[in-house]
């Protein structure tokens, strides 16, 4: 089927996500779309699958107009999705997943089981899935529910399909099992459009590429463009490299993380037996493929959860079994992954979130009454010295855009002294700007001579911040490494491939290039994707 | 995400933490044992040697009438006390497996705690107890709790919380009675009931749904409004009408042939009016298309993840628009049950909370249809106990018996967390 | 989805200093929008809606209405004197009585009555009013209230005192009582996340039944009396009451506790806390603050305020004595004045007097023209949902609701043909 996008617009509000895109996916052709985070790519596509009405432009498949009051007319016109965040049930079984909407049904509406079980297991076969219909969705590893989704698309008989980000939850070897079902599906004369930001990915599987760059088209490249070309496409401007940072000048060693294990009530185990020290001065990455423990790992190092062995000592204190309170009040400070979630109340005055874990304690509080001068001077100082973009003090955070909103919590967190700065995803969603600005803040925090720990999936990120990376696999540190290590070295092990066995592999494929995974330049952030995410 | 680090065994998992095990929890093994022991010796050390307790079960057979049997008191007890110290030795074996006890255990101990409880309160009174009529009892006034169970369920697992159940059994009761006194029909009553109790939903529906109103305001509101409305109408347009609206009328009690005649169970389950007999395929068919239907699919997706189902093309809105509206016409015919089930007139705020205990019952019960009656006939039982009880003059405050089912609730919501769970998206407005 | 999402409220945000049209218009929307219209319009309904209960019941209305077209004049003379009478006899109880003004302090004798009659209200409402902004949902007030009086009232009848400490103890006995059976719901969601809103209504009945025990006790009951009552209360513990009008010492009392909640909620780090803890309990659990905590403390204060709720009724009403229904409806009648006075002090304030006031001249308007005083539960639940649901409002006077109007338009757009739908 032959899908074209013409003209297509979008508003929010005075914002246009989307304008006037012009796109042609012909049938069986993998089409990338390119572009960095919040560039307009799953609003065009939520447009395409009926769940934004578009305010401009038609959609034509097969050169006839169509239009979609719904995801439902969507897929009846041949059209699946998997969206980034899978729109799965978890308590539904994976057949009752794939039925959901379409269900067969016997007398009395009462679902026909054995036959959507069948359906799973025809589609599952034909392209080698390996899905038990049977299963809960929610005992699913992620890549399995990710093919719980194609499953779903291709039981409507799609014959466009959309994958959305559909690589961020994997780890490199998923990936390339999820690109040889792309090309399957290809094969069998299915359109698809994959929508990503990574370069290599689409050099890899793409017949045409087509970038996106704040709503607009700004060019469209064949495959063999090179890696350079497309980031400067999609960044809008030269590619510089990472951010400046002097090489770091480790002093003592001041976290000392031994034995970590956190076992969650289910008996699984997400912390398992995990090891570190980090030095004044010095910052840590933890790279990871989502979802590795890397999320409790920082929970538990803040106290919010408590392992179930190990410990964790700061400048000679046991933190291990500590509340949240004493880790704070001893000089910790936090940036969580999820800002909006754990780091800022979105009601609260901008003043207020500038306090938010301070507020107990002088100069913002006495005898239990708060000092309402006190914080809203705080607030004045912190807006200056971290560049807040706002109207004042009083504005509700939640108002603020989510690089400012950031900063708020990033001006909080670097307010006191510290004997620990951790962040997590620090940069997450943000505009190239701030990203910029609030990594000069992390290596400023680090040259003041605080020890300093960093979570991030984005391996750009990684390597532009750390001094040693440390990566995280199924809730163990698969090694901790150079900071100049290589790209797909880092890659298997993100996979669970050991340091040394990593090192090996990368050093044959080096003998034959071509590969995927050999296809980034051998070392160092010399690679031109960094310029996505400086 | 942690759900997801847990659940990501991609490759072969490696037997990694065996040195780290998850703690058990003890709780329930340890409450029921403590309420074995506790009973053992309350009711056995009180209970004098040689005291008998008498017992009366109606057979169900037309000649047999309603024999008594006498039982040693001291002996029952200790041997129904044994009963329940077995059963909570399993529930230690099944803790210390991790494994899940049955539905069947709580159930089970409970009626043998309550039993000796009894042969314990009426012991050398010389009265007996009269066990059917204190079991038929019991379902009966069980019924309008279990209507109001499944009217939560239906709308709890679409993703609308009803705490408007007591206003929808108000409401119900209040057209049944004015329909079917009006009219001098109660089956014209006893189908406008859910007339009632639907348009209550659709209120709740309007507001929650389409407005986006917490579901819990709206459900103490819509309490409130139904609950004057109801009485204002009452005080006025009832009250200067007597001739018309204030003879009660009352559904036929329906003994199902054969079936009635069953012994000890017959009587109790089969000698009862249609508005029982509508609550037995009500439980039923809701257990059945709740899980096993492309409607219950379909509006527990909306309960679940209305996201995701609104990709697959399903109207989340609507979808919670109708089945809230249902759930109301559920609870409105179980308030049919006031009047023209029980054959009397009309009342100001005659529910008196039994709403309440239906929402409680629904989570005792798990969400879950089955669950919902077992609880909702634990209530009806306590209600009618105390009346039973009131009767024979047991030493207990007949107010500390009908205190028992709330803090039994009570209870149970704290002890139950964690182990059954509600739809994720209940509550929560979807502005797709 | 999530960037799709957010992307747009970046954007919009970082445009906004460019996108301010005129000061002028602005204000003018607030105005329209403001919750204040909202409220007056809500209130307009709701006393739409009970004029035609009023007018349903009324028998001249039915009467005049057989022969509606033949004389009309009849029917509407007959509408206008049902709805005048109902609503100015409401009036006249709530705020001043035309007819017998002899003096100027009993002119406005009814609204004394309508102050004393919100105090309960007040003291019940600003304590549900912290939990819901602790996001806790205390249906508990009335058991909060039951328990306060039994130990108030206890004290006020068996102890026998010197004025002052006598009414000082009733009422630490009303905050203490209150404040235990608030803590119960507040521990057991702490430890064991219990919810809230069922342990509350089951706890309601359990007070109640257990004020039922009590009541047959010895200790309890009037000497002599066969009903379920207890002596009356010393007048050594009764409240002072003012100039000789119906408000004495208890309002003086709601609207300290009023400033104090304010005191409470927005200027000390407790308040602080329970806000954050409301607002978003990750972050807050992030930054430090124990949500356990907060929300024992949130059910302590809270019952401890609908605890002091019962003094208005032992301590200054005509009874001064327990008896089973010592809370009366208090405890839910509460809920709704916190809800409109959208849970602030201020406004649990005005919304405590708008529903004295409809329960003072309830009783006056059931007594002169029979209308029952139920209709004034109709006009409370009425006003409640409206406010809560101001799009309605907006739709039902078509008032401009850009919001709603935004959506409709993505949602036609969508469909195509789903403009009728609309309200």
Known sequence: ?534 | MSTMTATAPAVPATPAAHHVAVPISWKAPVAYTVLAVGGLLGFGLSAEAGETSLISIATGAPGLGSPSFELPTLASVIVLGLIQLALAGWAWRRASQRAKAGIWLPAVFGVALVISFLLWAVAGRGYAIQFTSLLSGALFLSVPLVFGALAGCVCEHVGVINVAIEGQLLAGAFLAAVVGSATGNPWLGLICAPLAGALVGALLALFAVRYWVDHIIVGIVLNVLVTGLTSYLFSTVLSNNTAVFSNPTQLPRWPIPLLSQIPVLGPVLFDQNVLVYLMYIAVAAFHVMLFKSRWGLRMRACGEHPKAADTVGIKVNATRIRNTILGGAVAGLGGAYFTVAAGLAFGKEMSAGRGFIALAAMILGGWKPKGAILAALLFGFADNLQNALGVVGVAIPSQFMLMAPYLVTVFAVAGLVGRVRAPAAEGVAYKG | MTTAAETPAVRAAANKPSDQPSRFRGALAKAFNGSVATSVLAVVVALVVGAILILAADRDVQRSAAYLFARPGDFFGAVWDAVAGAYSALFQGAVFNISSSYTVGQFFNPLWDTIAMSVPLIFAGLGLGIGFRAGLFNIGAQGQIVFGAILCGYIGFSWHLPVGLHLLLCLLGAVVGGAVWGFIPGFLKAKTGANEVIVTIMLNSVAGFFLGWLLTLAAFRKPGSNNPVSPAVDATARFPSFFGTAVNLGFVLAAAAAVGVWWLMERSTLGFRIRAVGANQDAARTAGMSVAASTVWVMVIAGALAGLAATSQLLASPEQQLNADIAGTFGFDAITVALLGRSRPLGTVLAGLLFGGLRAGGYLMQASTGTPIDVILVLQSVIVLLIAAPPLVKAIFRLPDPERRRQKESKRAKSGLAAEVAA
């Open chain 1, 1 to 534: 089927m032959r899908l074209e996008l013409r003209q297509i617009t979008k508003r929010f509000g005075s914002f246009v996500a989307n304008d006037a895109i012009d796109l042609v996916v012909e049938p069986g052709q993998i089409h990338a779309l390119l572009g960095e985070n919040g560039a307009g790519k799953s609003t065009l596509m939520n447009v395409l699958f009926g769940l934004y009405a578009a305010d401009g432009g038609e959609i034509l498949l097969d050169g006839q107009p169509v239009r979609f009051s719904g995801p439902g007319e969507a897929m009846a016109a041949g059209i699946g999705m998997v969206h980034q965040h899978f729109m799965l049930v978890p308590v539904f079984s994976v057949a009752e997943n794939v039925a959901m909407g379409h269900e067969p049904a016997k007398a009395l509406g009462l679902i026909d089981l054995p036959k959507s079980r069948a359906l799973v297991k025809e589609i599952s076969e034909r392209f080698h899935f390996d899905v038990d219909p049977d299963a809960m969705v929610e005992d699913l590893p992620v890549g399995a529910q990710q093919r719980v989704e194609i499953i779903k698309a291709l039981s409507r008989q799609a014959k466009i399909l959309i994958l959305d980000e559909p690589t961020a939850v994997l780890t490199p070897q998923e990936t390339d099992e999820l690109m040889a079902i792309m090309r399957q599906l290809k094969a069998a004369g299915t359109s698809i459009v994959f929508i990503t930001h990574k370069l290599r990915e689409v050099q890899a599987v793409a017949d045409a590429i087509t970038v996106i760059r704040l709503g607009k088209v700004v060019g469209s490249a064949a495959p063999t463009a090179s890696q350079t070309e497309l980031a400067s496409l999609m960044v809008g401007r030269s590619v510089g490299l990472g951010v400046a940072k002097a090489p770091a000048e480790p002093g003592p060693k001041a976290l000392e993380v031994s034995d970590l294990s956190l076992v969650e009530p289910s008996g699984l185990t997400s912390l398992d037996d995990v090891s570190f020290a980090v030095a004044r001065g010095e910052i840590l990455a933890v790279a990871g493929v989502q979802g590795n423990g890397q999320t409790e790992l920082t929970q538990v190092l803040l106290g919010l959860r408590h392992p179930t062995a190990g410990s964790i000592r700061l400048d000679g204190r046991e933190l291990a079994g500590l509340s949240v309170r004493e880790v704070l009040d001893y000089g910790v400070g936090f940036v969580p992954e999820d800002r909006s979630k754990d780091g800022m109340v979105a009601s609260f005055t901008i003043a207020e979130n500038l306090v938010l874990d301070q507020v107990s304690a002088a100069p913002f509080s006495k005898a239990g009454a708060l000092d309402i001068g006190a914080i809203a001077d705080n607030a004045s100082r912190q807006i200056e010295q971290f560049d807040v973009r706002t109207r004042g003090v009083d504005t509700p955070i939640g108002t603020l855009s989510g690089g400012n909103q950031q900063k708020v919590v990033l001006a909080r967190e670097l307010s006191r002294d510290l004997r620990l700065f951790i962040a997590s995803q620090p940069t997450r969603g943000l505009d190239v700007g701030s990203i910029e600005f609030i990594h000069a803040r992390i290596v400023e925090e680090r040259d003041k001579g605080t020890p300093v720990v960093i979570v991030s999936t984005e391996l750009d990120e990684v390597l532009a911040l750390a001094d040693r990376i440390a990566v995280m696999y199924r809730g163990r540190f698969t090694g901790i490494v150079p900071p100049d290590t290589p790209r797909d070295v880092l890659g298997l092990m993100m996979a669970g491939v050991p340091y040394e066995e990593a090192l090996a592999e990368h050093k044959a494929h080096a003998a034959t290039p071509g590969a995927l995974a050999a296809g980034a330049a051998p070392a160092v952030p010399a690679d031109p994707e960094e310029g996505a995410r400086p």
